[in-house]
Nanobody, 114 residues
Framework: VQLQASGGGLVQAGGSLSLSCAAT????????MEWYRQAPGKQRELVAG???????NYAASVKGRFTISRDNAKNTVYLQMNSLKPEDTAVYYC?????????WGQGTQVTVSS
């Protein structure tokens, strides 16, 4: 099983980016899909999560600016990030729970300049 994340990059404050993460390699029964991030010198933190039924939750710092969604047919999770701030700069990781296993993507860098 592999998680391939893409969509990171450099953007000015106030801009937008969209991340995607596709799970491949025979993964079945995906339950929860999540995005985490880790800034330099800080612990990895949960940004947003979405259940198999579509229920979502967000970190307080991104609520109202970020939107998580998923396409079950494509085993893909998305993160739409709007009104980006310099403090959103981090490596973003996707995490997928399926069949009692947890899988992590390789991370994609998001840099927001002021």
């Amino acid at each position: 099983v592999q998680l391939q994340a893409s969509g990171g990059g450099l953007v000015q404050a106030g801009g937008s980016l969209s991340l995607s993460c596709a799970a491949t390699g025979g993964i079945f029964s995906i339950n929860r899909m999540e995005w985490y991030r880790q800034a330099p010198g800080k612990q990895r933190e949960l940004v947003a999560g979405i259940s198999s039924g579509g229920s979502t939750n967000y970190a307080a710092s991104v609520k109202g600016r970020f939107t998580i969604s998923r396409d079950n047919a494509k085993n893909t999770v998305y993160l739409q990030m709007n009104s980006l701030k310099p403090e959103d700069t981090a490596v973003y990781y996707c995490r997928v729970s399926a069949s009692f296993n947890v899988y992590w993507g390789q991370g994609t860098q998001v840099t927001v300049s002021s």
